[in-house]
């Protein structure tokens, strides 16, 4: 677990160190350092960066802020939360936090609880069909009548009941309230099956994705035939899991529009003393996965105007209107985002179990000109601490205001640069 004791250092001083002007040379993938990478090990170097003896004479250096990082843990352990998880990320793709803390598993580890798809999707996976609607031609003003869906989807939900059915919304107040009956009516009616799962290996499902760190890959299961298993699992209810980091690369994809840059954890490595005149430290870059095209950027840019919803008037309103220090950060700034519940056994080492509701969040902000995407992960007791939401505003506002290594702002990405490779 990286050390929680940071300093004072800011990001900003590592940019000032001199050190762009050192000998550099190219490593492999970053992937290449998974064997060296013992973030339990890093503390915050003379950079002003989190450093990693990589125990072969040289050092890494580290994406993460060490004041965003540290908000993040100490948030998740003055809420003393059984489970919980967040990264957020540049929309460049650099990780600037990733911190995972467990009151029920004190021995799970950041890694263990960013990079690994351990909690259901939920209603993020509602992110997925909502652009596959899209992409069918759907609007985000197509209005159906509903009723019900509240807490689950039956076959009632997806037939047309004149005399129950006194609700008629859009798939925009579907998104942003989160409203099943909604996204499983609309889902059943204009989505094929095979349609769904496509999209959703684009946006990560069921891929490898690429990290300094092993990441389990996120699983969605997509009934093969349409009807009632096939519109609850377009709502959220079953069948898809769903890592932190991968939720913040959902977030950051629709960010940028529809590219999806390679998270990258590893600014730098320094070797000491390398350079030709023996004295000088060499630089070496990892060389990570451009940016690539994975979704059509009229929808990128449609959903994520739905997800405006979710914090103006939908699922997580409350938190981002509510008055205090976090919305003074944030004032003039609107956020996109996507909330996310769902209840569920887990075991616990012991071998017992216990009733577990994993709660989400994903965005991006500002909505408008997107510097940072998060995901915060929840898991709660019955009796609930703090809702992912919460935690997330307090650690967008924070990221917002810090001095963040370089421009955070969305990269301008020619044609050229990004890999159309579908």
Request: glycine content about 10%; hydrophobic content about 40%; proline content about 7%.
């Amino acid at each position: 677990m990286l050390a929680a004791s940071i300093g004072t250092s800011t990001s900003r001083k590592a940019e000032s160190t001199g050190a762009v002007d050192l000998p550099r040379r190219t490593l492999g993938a970053e992937s290449e350092l998974a064997p060296l990478l013992d973030l339990s090990r890093a503390e915050v170097g003379p950079s002003g960066r989190y450093e990693v003896d990589l125990g072969d004479g040289r050092r890494a250096e580290l994406t993460l802020d060490p004041t965003l990082q540290s908000a993040a843990r100490k948030a998740m352990r003055d809420y003393k939360i059984p489970y919980a998880a967040a990264v957020v990320m540049s929309t460049d793709g650099r990780v600037l936090a990733l911190v995972g803390e467990s009151q029920l598993e004190p021995a799970l580890t950041d890694t263990d609880l960013t990079t690994r798809a351990w909690a259901p999707a939920a209603s993020v996976f509602k992110l997925v069909t909502g652009a596959a609607l899209i992409e069918a031609g759907v609007s985000a003003d197509t209005k159906v009548c509903y009723h019900g869906g509240g807490s689950g989807i039956a076959e009632e939900h997806l037939r047309d009941d004149a005399r129950r059915d006194r609700d008629c919304n859009s798939l925009a107040f579907g998104i942003g309230k989160s409203q099943n009956a909604i996204m499983g009516k609309l889902a059943a009616r204009n989505l094929e099956p095979a349609a769904l799962a496509g999209l959703a290996e684009q946006l990560g499902w069921n891929q490898p994705l690429p990290f300094a760190l092993p990441v389990t890959p996120s699983a969605a299961r997509i009934p093969n035939q349409p009807g009632l298993a096939f519109a609850r699992v377009a709502a959220g209810f079953w069948r898809t899991e769903l890592s932190v980091l991968h939720g913040a690369l959902l977030a950051e994809t629709f960010a940028n529009g529809g590219v999806r840059m390679a998270p990258r954890l590893v600014e730098r490595v320094v070797r000491p003393g390398q350079g030709p005149d023996g004295g000088a430290d060499v630089v070496e870059l990892p060389v990570g996965a451009g940016p690539r095209r994975v979704l059509a950027e009229a929808t990128a840019r449609e959903v994520g105007r739905m997800m405006v919803g979710t914090t103006t008037f939908g699922t997580a309103r409350a938190s981002f209107t509510a008055p205090g220090p976090a919305q003074t950060a944030l004032l003039g700034y609107r956020v996109a985002g996507k909330t996310g519940s769902l209840s569920d056994l887990r075991t616990l080492p012991d071998g017992s179990q216990q009733t577990i509701n994993y709660n989400w969040f994903v965005g991006f902000a500002p909505a408008d000109n997107p510097r940072i995407a998060i995901a915060v992960l929840v898991g709660n007791q019955p009796v609930w601490r703090v809702k992912a939401h919460t935690v997330a505003k307090g650690l967008i506002a924070r990221a917002l205001a810090d001095t963040l290594p370089g421009a955070i702002g969305g990269p301008e990405l020619a044609a050229r640069d990004v890999d159309h490779t579908p």
